[in-house]
């Protein structure tokens, strides 16, 4: 049975002066999928602006927005109607020749994954890929996926999760070192240290629904975080079974509660809002991003 979901994004920048408005690239639209279909949308921008639609490289939907005039404020909110359609309940299988580490991709694939295997952060002294082989028995053989799960897994329950507002993303080794990191952070991390073990990764933005904030009670167990603002996790693809999400932040993979936006090979590809503007430097005041999904009633 399929689920609809309404989302409403706004960012919204303050400035303790009029100040004028570069081009902004606005990523807020679901993706459409087999599991995803966008029913209703709606972007409002004030102060008034001119808005054109494009695809970026990776199909993502990007929003260039001009604003015109000057202005004390830059608020951007977008409206969104969903339908999430759930995949099988098994797991999808995989191919064969890829179930267990390590596996080879095929020469069609690895042409089309090239970027999404390749490391972009450097690892000088190998603790990253020391950190990721720890997830590896060497006294059987290594699940492709179960070794997924348990990189998942560690990461959520082991790190110290810190919401942080500013632009940016710490590097992995960073992460490790601090024990601590936002979503995208968590996200990063398990990418680049899958890739160590020849697995392709992508970065995905978006939503996280959270059934908290629609009843107000908390299941036995279970806390969400990540809610109520942009999210972040990564997806895995994995021969025969395509791609696959890992939430490291929650422990959570192939879940409903994700609503991908935007996917890129490297976080810095796939702000949800990206601009600049013109003024005295002390003008910025700051800016406040509210994040609301809520499961429709029919």
């Not at 972007?43 to 602006?49: G, N, Q, T, Y």
């Not at 991390?189 to 020849?198: D, F, H, Q, S």
């Not at 796939?270 to 005041?285: D, K, L, Q």
């Amino acid at each position: 049975m399929s689920t609809r979901y309404d989302i409403l994004h706004t960012t919204t920048y303050r400035y303790r002066e009029p100040v004028r408005f570069g081009l902004h690239r606005v990523m807020f639209r679901p993706r459409d999928s087999h599991d995803l279909r966008v029913l209703a949308t709606d972007l409002r921008v004030s102060p008034e602006a001119d808005v054109r639609l494009i695809h970026d490289p990776h199909s993502n939907s990007v929003a260039l927005v001009q604003p015109r005039g000057e202005a004390r404020e830059l608020g951007i909110a977008c409206a969104f109607t969903i339908e999430h359609v759930p995949g099988p309940e098994d797991e999808l299988p995989l191919d064969p020749a890829a179930e267990y580490l390590p596996f080879a991709y095929s020469v069609q694939e690895r042409m089309d994954l090239e970027a999404y295997l390749r490391p972009h952060h450097d690892d000088p002294e190998g603790a990253l890929i020391r950190w990721a082989h720890h997830f590896l028995h060497s006294d059987q053989p290594n699940s492709t996926r179960e070794t997924l799960r348990r990189m998942n897994a560690h990461i959520a329950q082991s790190l110290v999760y810190q919401a942080r507002e500013e632009e940016g993303t710490q590097t992995p080794l960073e992460t490790l070192a601090l024990g601590s990191g936002s979503c995208r952070d968590y996200a990063l991390l398990m990418m680049e240290a899958a890739r160590r073990l020849g697995i392709a990764t992508r970065f995905v933005s978006g939503y996280l629904y959270d059934p908290m904030l629609d009843t107000g009670e908390q299941a036995p167990g279970e806390t969400t975080v990540g809610a109520g603002t942009t999210h972040a996790w990564l997806e895995a693809y994995l021969p025969g079974a395509g791609w696959i999400a890992f939430d490291p932040t929650n422990n959570l993979t192939r879940s409903g509660r994700l609503i991908r936006v935007g996917v890129a090979r490297d976080p810095a590809l796939a702000p949800p809002v990206s601009g600049s503007w013109f003024g005295p430097a002390e003008a910025y005041e700051g800016m406040d991003v509210v994040v609301r999904v809520t499961k429709r009633r029919e």
